[in-house]
């Protein structure tokens, strides 16, 4: 006999587990009930998962940011002047008075 066909059906009787008996499905296992053991829910009608999630993204967000601003910030401004440079230069190569200024060199 196959256990996979016996307990989608329900157990029946057939000899299952260690000790040869069904245990039952799933949440009743048939051990002994617990005691001691409390448990406390709401109603899924009270509950508000996303309360105030748009109000701590935003000040989170800029809580982390200012804190790293000083790690990030010097090098995004040194790259924006070094490409800014960069671009002006070969704008300048490539224009009519630059090819004039460097006409006899080769690169």
Do not use: C
């Amino acid at each position: 006999m196959r256990p996979t066909q016996t307990m989608l059906g329900g157990g029946g009787g057939a000899p299952i587990g260690k000790y040869n008996h069904y245990l039952g499905g799933w949440g009743n296992f048939g051990g002994m009930k617990q005691r001691g053991i409390i448990s406390y829910g709401i109603s899924p009608n009270r509950q508000n998962p996303l309360a105030g999630t748009a109000h701590d993204a935003v000040f989170n967000t800029f809580r982390r940011v200012s804190s790293q601003f000083l790690y990030w910030a010097p090098s995004l401004v040194a790259g924006y002047y070094i490409m800014n440079w960069a671009v002006e230069r070969n704008h300048y190569l490539n224009s009519k008075a630059g090819r004039a200024e460097f006409a006899g060199q080769e690169e």
